[in-house]
């Protein structure tokens, strides 16, 4: 929303009356002198009746920009026609609603029920509000059977007691009861008014008509010629009358006599008028905007509310809060006069302010305006503004009478026909400030250092530049010594400075920064407060301790401000003190025995402040003026009305399921039962009866869930995700920039737990449980008998595993001595094996040796001729036949060869059965791998011989030629 503000005033009040006062001192300008209360008065300044205005453009309420009617509901929901149909605003949030033909809506009206009713083209009835905060149009074409009636637009409603009046150009219908009565017009109805219980209609070209209530019939109040056919666009209650093309007219006795004309000098035409108090009327023009007409006893004053938005008003209305909304050809604009701020200039950026009896000035940024001060009467459009020294004006100071303006391009007086004269060269200057002891004498503050002004013989001059000293001295303050000053630089710390007598030169500079006690040497400022001298910091205020030369915390006001924050601006102004923290305005009572800082009323300054050059001037008690970025504004504390049981409601709340969305009546006592499984709920709100229901800010909090108050923001809503089945209770509440707090709106719901969460899943669960106690105990008594029952089994096992590893030891025992034995076996075998060969051998040599002994003895015998030898020969024969190696050596041999090669023999044997004894000894011989030539003597045959029987058994053998017959015996195992 985009707000222009203007000149307050409570509307019950006919002016807002400030007193200004003019400041004189010795040491500061005069709004520093006003914080030490040496205030002079002035004489009175009216700032006329303008009130405080936002404007509403489309960006705000998202439909068509012209507006035609309003009305407000027992809640103060406003009601605006449009020709997007009903806007409805609740103070937070906008909601369009349509005629049942899409028509725009040219009339509004709240009935004596309450009911709100709506008149469009071919269409009228009434707006529904339904339990779930949900608008919608009900037509009463059918049940008032007009639905073949064609009467256009239906331009004004009026409602009288019962009866509710819809003004179309055609007809009257005079709804009462459920019936409808249809009067129509001679020619045009263009305008209908209430006069107290009376109503009047004028009929274009034929006069004005008054309702015959209990008839239902017109008859003729004045003749078309009695009123000069003029368009009558008001009656007050004596029946005067204001025209459309402004003029104002007395009756008497059916008789008009003009008394003012109110466009003497423009065609410009009256649209709509309302009756602000007993002696003053708004008019919305057509294109000069609103007017102020008041009856004085000399006659009407005339007067306008400034406003830089849309000039055609096309209509007005008042609030039951005693504001007004004013509907523009482009736009809405409300009126605030319950608001106790003020804009008297708006024009530029404001620095400082100052005013005597006949004109007030303000320093700005783009230089300086004045306004007139002998008509007293001040608005943002009555400014003027100083040609001849346009750019950055700082503050302005009252010197001897006259008044001279600190500027950023050097030091000028002004005179009374408003041109400057420049004082010196000097460029730069802050302020210039009254030095005790010295006779019309002034210290000259610029960006680089300070300059000692004179006045001689009613000539201003600069004397000389204090030498020594090239600081900016924006910020100096005068010390109890005359010579002695202190002076804050934004980004270098605190000089305290000692001029000679003679102004001539700094003779002592002190210099302090955090080495001294500061927090730090940034943003330091120095104010006089209670008599006695501060200096605000990043961290609080402190104060220079002369006996420790260090600046040490100040408690009396630390106690009190927030010291994370800067207090820029420090005001003693009688019983308050007025504190800027951190671009924020504030007060707190100076004596109070438990000060805090109130600043809700000044939320609208915070940010728009010029840092460390703030303009806070308090004129009385209870008003001051505040200088921003925005302009000038007047704050009166004076005008804040205490609002008592407020009532924040519920304006819409839906919960999000599965994609869904689904409405919750708003206005339900019960608790209300929500399904689970939902994704959020949000809750909508709203104080439309608040006043100064702009800038509303709540705060909330769901029981169980937020552990305390939410803090106050602008939000009108607010939405929880992922809620958990159970009670809630959702509370909020809303305060005004006044501070008034609303009662808090509660809201109470269940979300419904989940099939498996319910009551009935939980008795199935406690049964459940139950049985499974039961069968529980019954497994656990089978566990345990079963796990006795494995323990013992487990032991029986473990026994015989013992028994089987001991079992397994002997097992392992025994085939460790099997195998001790196999292998003494193996050794015993091959010992055998070696004396059987050796056997063997000794056999194959044994006969070997008989056989060439016998052959030897042969020859003896056939070459001996003696008989003797023969015979001698013969018995040797005989013996060695005796000892020859018969078959008995070779059975003992055969024994001994099965004894060593049993297995062999036993393979050999069974794979073939019918080896002869000679071919099982020959395969032995093989075996032991004789050759023929010593198997041949063993066997008792020859070499050849030994061929042959090898040869029979390789056939017994089945084995091929190929086949080698040492590697078959091999194969059988031995």
């Known amino acids: 929303m985009k707000s222009e503000n203007f000149k307050i005033n409570d509307f019950v009040f006919d002016y807002l009356t400030v007193f200004l006062f003019l400041f004189y001192g010795v040491f500061s300008d005069h709004y520093t002198i006003s914080a030490q209360n040496n205030l002079s008065p002035v004489p009175v300044i009216d700032l006329s009746k303008n009130p405080n205005i936002d404007y509403y453009s489309q960006q705000d309420f998202n439909a068509d920009s012209q507006f035609w009617s309003v009305t407000e509901d027992a809640e103060a929901v406003m009601y605006f026609g449009n020709n997007d149909g009903i806007l409805i605003f609740d103070g937070s949030h906008w909601t369009t609603v349509h005629l049942t033909n899409s028509s725009s809506v040219r009339s509004l009206a709240k009935g004596a029920d309450g009911t709100i009713y709506a008149g469009g083209y071919n269409e009228l009835g009434y707006i529904k509000h339904n339990e779930f905060g949900d608008y919608r149009f009900i037509s009463l074409k059918e049940s008032l059977q007009l639905q073949n009636v064609s009467f256009e637009n239906i331009w004004q409603i009026d409602v009288i007691k019962e009866r509710v009046i819809f003004r179309s150009f055609k007809k009257l219908f005079v709804l009462e009861n459920g019936n409808v009565t249809q009067i129509p017009s001679k020619n045009s109805f263009i305008k209908s008014f209430l006069v107290g219980d009376r109503y009047f209609v004028q009929d274009a070209n034929e006069g004005l008509y008054e309702l015959n209530l209990d008839k239902n019939q017109i008859s003729e109040y004045f003749s078309a010629e009695a009123i000069d056919n003029y368009s009558i666009v008001y009656i007050s209650d004596n029946f005067d009358l204001i025209t459309s093309n402004g003029k104002i007219f007395e009756t008497n006795q059916k008789s008009l006599s003009l008394k003012q004309s109110i466009f003497e000098d423009s065609n410009d035409q009256i649209i709509s008028v309302l009756k602000l108090d007993p002696s003053s009327v708004l008019l919305g023009t057509l294109s000069q905007g609103i007017k102020v007409l008041k009856k004085e006893e000399a006659g009407y004053h005339i007067s306008s509310i400034n406003s830089a938005n849309d000039k055609t008003v096309l209509n007005l209305y008042k609030t039951s809060n005693g504001n007004v909304w004013a509907l523009l050809d482009s736009g809405l604009e409300f009126l605030n006069y319950n608001s106790p701020r003020t804009t008297i200039f708006n024009q530029a950026s404001v620095y400082d302010t100052y005013w005597d009896k006949d004109y007030f000035y303000v320093a700005t940024n783009k230089g300086v305006y004045y306004s007139d001060l002998l008509n007293q009467n001040i608005n943002p459009n009555s400014f003027k503004k100083l040609n001849d020294i346009p750019g950055q004006a700082w503050s302005f100071n009252e010197l001897n009478g006259e008044l001279f303006i600190n500027h950023d391009k050097g030091l000028f007086k002004l005179t009374r026909d408003f041109t400057s004269e420049r004082i010196g060269g000097v460029n730069g200057v802050w302020k210039t400030i009254k030095l005790k002891n010295y006779p019309n004498t002034y210290l000259v503050c610029t960006y680089e250092g300070i300059y000692i002004l004179k006045n001689e013989n009613g000539n201003w001059i600069i004397r000389n530049k204090v030498q020594g000293f090239d600081e900016s001295s924006r910020d100096i303050l005068a010390t109890h010594n005359p010579n002695v000053f202190w002076i804050c630089h934004g980004y270098k710390g605190v000089y305290r400075i000692t001029l000679d007598k003679q102004l001539e030169r700094a003779i002592a500079i002190d210099h302090f920064t955090e080495k001294n006690g500061l927090p730090a040497k940034f943003n330091i400022n120095v104010f006089k407060w209670q008599d006695e001298t501060v200096f605000s910091t990043n961290n609080g205020v402190y104060k220079f301790d002369e006996y420790d030369k260090r600046f040490k915390p100040y408690k009396p006001i630390n106690k009190i401000i927030d010291t994370t924050r800067n207090p820029r601006t420090i005001i003693d102004a009688k019983d308050k003190t007025w504190v800027v923290q951190d671009d924020e305005l504030g007060f707190f009572l100076t004596n109070s025995n438990n000060p805090k800082i109130q600043s809700d009323i000044f939320l609208q300054t915070k940010g728009t402040f010029n840092r460390g050059m703030e303009s806070i001037t308090p004129l009385s008690e209870n008003s001051l003026l505040v200088g921003t970025h925005n302009g000038l504004f007047l704050y009166d504390l004076s005008n804040t009305i205490r609002q008592e049981g407020v009532k924040t409601f519920f304006t819409k709340i839906t919960y999000y399921r599965d994609q869904n969305t689904v409405n919750l009546p708003v206005d339900k006592d019960s608790i209300v039962e929500i399904p689970n499984n939902l994704n959020s709920i949000k809750f909508s709100f709203a104080t439309p009866s608040m006043v100064n229901n702009q800038n509303i800010k709540f705060s909330y909090k769901l029981e169980d869930v937020d552990k305390d108050w939410s803090s106050w923001q602008h939000l009108a809503f607010k939405e929880y995700s992922l809620l958990t089945p159970g009670n809630y209770v959702f509370k909020v509440k809303s305060k005004n920039v006044l501070g008034n707090e609303s009662k808090i709106a509660s809201y109470q719901f269940y979300i419904r737990p989940k099939w498996y969460q319910s009551g009935m899943a939980y008795v199935g669960y406690a049964i459940i449980f139950l049985l499974l106690l039961i069968t529980g105990q019954q ?81 003896l015998k056939q070459i001996s001729k003696n008989k003797q030898s023969n015979q001698k020969i013969l018995e040797i024969f005989k013996k060695m036949h005796r000892n020859n190696i018969d078959e008995q050596y070779l059975q003992v041999f055969d024994s001994n060869f099965e004894s060593v090669h049993h297995e062999f023999f036993t393979n050999l044997k069974q794979k073939i059965p019918n080896l002869s004894k000679k071919e099982l000894r020959l395969s032995a011989f093989i075996k032991m791998e004789l050759s023929n030539k010593d198997i041949a003597p063993l066997l008792g045959i020859s070499i050849r011989g030994v061929e042959t029987a090898r040869y029979r058994l390789r056939k017994k053998l089945n084995l091929e030629h190929d086949d080698n017959l040492m590697e078959f015996f091999e194969s059988l195992k031995s």
């Open 779 to 859: 497994l656990l008594a089978r566990k345990i008998k079963k796990e006795n029952q494995k323990s013992i089994l487990k032991e029986q096992r473990a026994n015989k595993l013992l028994q089987l590893e001991i079992n397994q030891l002997k097992l392992e025992q025994d085939k460790e001595k099997i195998e001790r034995d196999k292998k003494h076996l193996q050794r015993d075998i091959i010992e055998k094996s070696k004396e059987l060969a050796n056997y063997t051998m000794l056999l194959v040599n044994k006969k070997n040796f008989f056989d060439q002994l016998q052959e030897d003895l042969k020859e």
